[in-house]
């Protein structure tokens, strides 16, 4: 059967962006889907006060910098989305949306991409969906028995809709510092973490954390010590809105509470506080649900890789998932090696094929 295209490219976010870039670059015939209607991927849906890590010019997709956003050191995530928004265009890459994937599947020698939008054919995969489309809530005791708001970061937008409200901010990642900064002049907040919140060196942006994740990353593949990564530095940078409500005494960490009752969280010691509304900063998982079919998953589910590429089959790759698809790839600037190896090794296999 003849192929519809080389290679299908599952997500127009950042990933799928880089992908594309270095698969035109290498004369690939592709197409990326894209299930959101718009461009700018995850960052369109980011709550309002959100910025990067970094400067503009250390955020960018390869090929093109990012320009600076006028009175902001740390650009916002419009501005992202505006950078994705010219960047797709720039490049004239052929995104098609809203095309929301449903499964992929085996097709004798190629891969079937099925969606709602019909089906495609392609000899190659590449996966870059992200994670912000299957945000993790943990089990905790007396979840569903809460009368109160319950939301995730992937739904949180601004303090404005907790206006004088009892919060609790479960998390003590960035998104739980930089959420529970957002809310502290206008909230009764209570921001409750596993362990006592670990910032980093306020000198500390992304440019560091990507040359961590770099560091690491050569140490394990020449079978050095391990570095520890972004890890070993701490779990929290210190934006400028998270360094000013810490400075103010507004980010003082309380234990996890052990349940939720009806009427708001429940401590160890049988201390109680009735809440409002509880928003849970806990984290993604990779939005991987359309390889399903495929039976990829190890015994832990996880998907065994070398680089981006899937060691069960060499016409998949993953791309944009974390550190374990390539050092810091799931940032804008760490995304972009990753994703001309994933290109170029794809390249090699239709050349062979």
């Not at 894209?34 to 369109?44: C, E, I, K, R």
């Not at 969606?115 to 945000?135: K, M």
């Not at 004088?164 to 998104?175: E, I, M, P, T």
């Amino acid at each position: 059967m003849t192929p519809d295209t080389d290679v299908v490219v599952i997500g127009g976010g950042q990933s799928g962006l880089a992908a594309g870039y270095h698969l035109r670059r290498l004369g690939v015939d592709f197409v990326i889907l894209d299930a959101q209607p718009t461009p700018g991927g995850a960052w369109q849906h980011a709550w309002d006060s959100l910025h990067l890590f970094s400067p503009a010019a250390y955020s960018s997709l390869p090929g093109r910098l990012m320009p600076p956003q006028p009175g902001q050191t740390y650009p916002d995530a419009a501005h992202v989305v505006s950078y994705l928004t010219d960047y797709e265009l720039r490049y004239e890459l052929p995104i098609k949306r809203p095309v929301r994937v449903q499964g992929v599947h085996q097709h004798g020698q190629l891969l079937r991409v099925k969606t709602d939008a019909g089906t495609w054919h392609a000899r190659a995969v590449i996966s870059a969906t992200g994670t912000w489309w299957r945000p993790f809530l943990p089990a905790v005791p007396g979840r569903d028995r809460f009368t109160g708001t319950q939301l995730h970061t992937a739904d949180y937008r601004s303090p404005k809709n907790f206006a004088g409200q009892r919060v609790v901010v479960v998390g003590g990642g960035n998104s739980g510092a930089q959420i529970a900064a957002d809310l502290a002049h206008d909230t009764e907040l209570t921001w409750v973490t596993q362990r006592e919140p670990r910032f980093l060196a306020d000198d500390i942006d992304g440019r560091a954390l990507f040359d961590a994740a770099s560091a690491r990353r050569r140490a394990l593949d020449e079978g050095r010590a391990d570095t520890g990564g972004v890890a070993s530095l701490g779990d929290i940078v210190a934006v400028p809105p998270v360094r000013a409500a810490r400075h103010a005494g507004h980010l003082k960490a309380t234990p996890m509470f052990s349940r939720l009752t009806q009427a708001g969280v429940e401590w160890a010691d049988g201390s109680r506080a009735d809440v409002d509304a509880v928003i849970w900063c806990t984290g993604f998982r990779p939005a991987l649900g359309h390889l399903s079919s495929l039976g990829l998953r190890g015994s832990r589910g996880h998907i065994p890789t070398t680089g981006t590429r899937v060691k069960a089959d060499p016409r998949l790759h993953l791309l944009g998932y974390g550190d374990w698809t390539g050092p810091a790839s799931a940032t804008l600037i760490g995304v972009g090696r990753p994703a001309r190896e994933a290109a170029r090794d794809i390249a090699a296999l239709l050349q062979r094929a």
